[in-house]
């Protein structure tokens, strides 16, 4: 029941970012993650292009592909191997959810804009410019993306002054990384590389 509760407090924090993940562009190299640090919670989203991350972007067909989408799940399931917050801060995770349709990976992540904006929305409520990506972008079209939320708990909190985000490592097709953090520090933006992994505040 613990594990529930948490997946709840995941989803519900998600919800309070006021821009969600569903903004992004889906760019082939290229992944995202917002960081929120509230009292003892960690919490680190991510979202990427399925190609950066197993080199394709549908259901696995081959046995390559299927070995390699059981791989991604296998690392999925480790978060504290991807993302290594502070030591003193003994952090550890405690709930993950994760979203990958085509993989058949459903763990709903609230928040998300799924459908593409219709013709006919264009020309009512929201003329002049757009929301989410551009049609064909994602979606229906041969793209797919991994959308994941992994929830650490920190029992020295006061310690916590950056993560390590070591995906790089272990998906040799992201080449950029957008990070966000949201903590006690107020907000700030970073672009991640394989020589530049650390998210400081
Ligand atoms: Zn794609």
Not at 110 to 125: D, I, L, M, V
Request: glycine share 10%; charged share 20%.
């Amino acid at each position: 029941m613990n594990r529930m509760y948490a997946v709840i407090a995941v989803i519900a924090t998600s919800l309070a970012c006021g821009k969600s993940l569903a903004q992004h562009a889906h760019v082939h190299g290229n992944a995202e993650l917002q960081i929120a640090v509230q009292g003892q919670a960690l919490t680190v989203q991510l979202a990427s292009p399925l190609e950066n991350l197993i080199g394709f972007e549908h259901a696995p067909r081959t046995d390559k592909q299927k070995a390699a989408a059981q791989a991604l799940g296998e690392r999925l399931a480790r978060p504290d191997a991807l993302f290594v917050p502070s030591r003193d801060a003994r952090c550890t995770p405690h709930a993950s959810v994760v979203n990958a349709p085509v993989l058949g990976m459903n763990g709903v992540i609230e928040g998300r804009a799924e459908k593409q904006p219709s013709a006919q929305a264009g020309k009512t409520a929201h003329r002049g410019h757009s929301h989410g990506p551009k049609k064909g972008e994602l979606g229906g079209e041969g793209h797919a993306e991994l959308l994941a939320q992994f929830a650490f708990k920190c029992e020295q909190p006061a310690a916590l002054k950056g993560v390590e985000v070591r995906l790089f490592d272990a998906f040799r097709g992201l080449r950029r990384i957008d990070a966000q953090v949201a903590g006690p520090a107020g907000q700030k933006a970073v672009r991640l590389s394989s020589s530049q992994r650390m998210v400081s505040w």
